[in-house]
């Protein structure tokens, strides 16, 4: 019988000859479906653990670290991650970032098994795509799409008396639709914890309706355009915004969160005063790890604070810049607090309310958006994106799509968006297509830009 997680933390811990040491064991779990012209093509379901050791050793100057990981299953494959773990510390320079270890009892959870999924998670989702594909046929339309769900659960200990447990569900679900000519496309998705509320029927209509928005065609040149960006595209871009807020890098000068001069804007007015943009690992529907994980130290990370406890942070509060992703030891360099970065994200404009079609019902002549890809930096002093449209973007006139548009590069910064939005529809749970795979649990209103730039036609289909 195979040791537990449990069992392979305490092997390692024990077995580490370094003067400090952490483990970090993750078993996940996970089941997909993939389908094609109408089709399902594929399913499967996987299962993986990783073992991660962190090996510490003081030295006459402070201390030096090593991490490895591997996935492992045996305490024989341990005992070669913590051997490897503890040559690379004795052979390291010392850590800038040394702190003490992070302390603290077992959760009360520490002895659970793995929480896992597997295909009967979709249960009800899939009879309900197999009467999608159905209707789609008798319309000539073609579906393709990929849901995957995963469970990953975290078990980490340490030296110091740290013992932590945490299970994450994540899901997702994406459907493409063409017409029977390959000319026109949309795409709908969505994140979910458990796919209990994905409806498939609901998604395939969204994706007939937009597909019926395009249906007519209209070309139009590169400009300044009033538009609409529901919260699938708001999240393309405010993920990005808030992967760039690193402490050290603005204190240093180099983003658009650095103060000319020195320092970070920090306490600054960045953004409307509606705006609130934070983070909260017990925010409902979007929960996520509720204590710092780091297999390696970098500006926004650091495995001496592996196990500190994580709250609710506001990144913008009332308009103002708040905080910062900080590390212990990046706090002690900036002055600011401790915040590390959290693995969700809310934008609210206090105020707001309505949806997504209430926007667009109040637009006298522009373009709604539906989702954003191959979006890269241009100058981090303004966090300047660049990025393609993609599956769907149309004219709104006198508050009604009256068809799609070609497909445009943009260029736009997040943060400058967060001044000239001009309205916004309530917060709901949503998923960035771009972004999606890397980080999912997000919460954003629709935003309608008066001015947003298109800068080129783009040939994308």
């Known amino acids: 019988m195979s040791p537990t997680p449990q069992q392979l933390v305490e092997h390692a811990l024990a077995t580490s000859t370094a003067d400090d040491c952490i483990a970090i064991v993750q078993a996940s779990?996970?089941?997909?479906?993939?389908?094609?012209?109408?089709?399902?093509?594929?399913?499967?379901?996987?299962?993986?653990?990783?073992?991660?050791?962190?090996?510490f050793v003081a030295q006459a100057d402070g201390i030096a670290t090593g991490s490895v990981s591997s996935n492992a299953t045996t305490l024989e494959q341990v005992d070669a991650i913590v051997a490897a773990a503890d040559a690379a510390a004795?052979?390291?320079?010392?850590?800038?970032?040394?702190?003490?270890?992070?302390?603290?009892?077992?959760?009360?959870?520490w002895d659970l098994e793995p929480a896992t999924t597997d295909i009967r998670v979709y249960d009800a989702f899939a009879p309900e795509l197999g009467e999608a594909f159905g209707q789609a046929s008798a319309a000539d339309r073609i579906l393709y799409g990929f849901v995957d769900h995963e469970v990953v659960t975290t078990y980490l200990g340490s030296t110091s008396g740290l013992r932590r447990r945490h299970a994450q569900p994540t899901g997702?679900?994406?459907?493409?639709?063409?017409?029977?000519?390959?000319?026109?496309?949309?795409?709908?998705?969505?994140?979910?914890?458990?796919?209990?509320?994905?409806?498939?029927?609901?998604?395939?209509?969204?994706?007939?309706?937009?597909?019926?928005?395009?249906?007519?065609?209209?070309?139009?040149?590169?400009?300044?355009?009033?538009?609409?960006?529901?919260?699938?595209?708001?999240?393309?871009?405010?993920?990005?915004?808030?992967?760039e807020m690193g402490a050290r890098v603005a204190h240093e000068g180099q983003t658009v969160y650095s103060k000319r001069g020195g320092g970070t804007r920090v306490g600054e007015a960045i953004a409307r005063p509606e705006v609130q943009f934070r983070s909260d690992p017990s925010y409902p529907g979007l929960?996520?790890?509720?204590?710092?994980?780091?297999?390696?130290?970098?500006?926004?990370?650091?495995?001496?604070?592996?196990?500190?406890?994580l709250g609710p942070t506001s990144w913008i509060d009332d308009g103002r810049l708040e905080a910062l992703h900080q590390t212990r030891h990046s706090a002690g360099l900036t002055g600011l607090g401790v915040t590390p970065a959290i693995d969700n994200l809310v934008l609210d404009i206090s105020g707001a309310g309505g949806s997504l079609d209430d926007l667009v019902a109040g637009v006298e002549r522009g373009l709604l958006v539906t989702c954003l890809w191959y979006i890269r930096q241009v100058d981090p002093q303004t966090l300047l994106l660049t990025g393609l449209t993609r599956d769907g973007v149309y004219l709104v006139e006198h508050g009604e799509v009256t068809g799609s548009v070609n497909n445009f590069r943009f260029n736009e910064s997040p943060v400058d968006l967060l001044s000239r939005w001009s309205e916004a529809s309530a917060t709901v749970p949503t998923f960035s297509r771009e972004w999606g795979d890397y980080f999912s649990r997000t919460a954003m209103p629709a935003l309608r830009i008066p001015d947003f730039n298109m800068s080129s036609v783009s040939q994308a289909m």
């Open 172 to 243: 997702h679900y994406g459907c493409t639709g063409k017409t029977a000519d390959l000319t026109n496309s949309a795409w709908v998705g969505g994140a979910t914890r458990d796919f209990t509320e994905v409806d498939a029927l609901a998604l395939a209509d969204e994706v007939a309706r937009r597909l019926e928005w395009g249906r007519h065609r209209i070309n139009l040149h590169a400009g300044h355009y009033d538009t609409i960006l529901p919260p699938t595209a708001v999240a393309d871009l405010m993920i990005y915004a808030n992967w």
């Open 90 to 109: 004795r052979e390291a320079d010392v850590a800038e970032d040394s702190a003490e270890l992070v302390s603290g009892a077992a959760d009360a959870d």
């Open 287 to 309: 929960g996520c790890l509720p204590f710092a994980l780091a297999g390696t130290s970098s500006n926004v990370a650091s495995v001496f604070d592996n196990g500190l406890a």
């Open 29 to 55: 779990s996970s089941a997909n479906l993939r389908w094609a012209i109408n089709t399902l093509t594929t399913n499967g379901t996987m299962r993986g653990q990783s073992v991660t050791v962190i090996s």
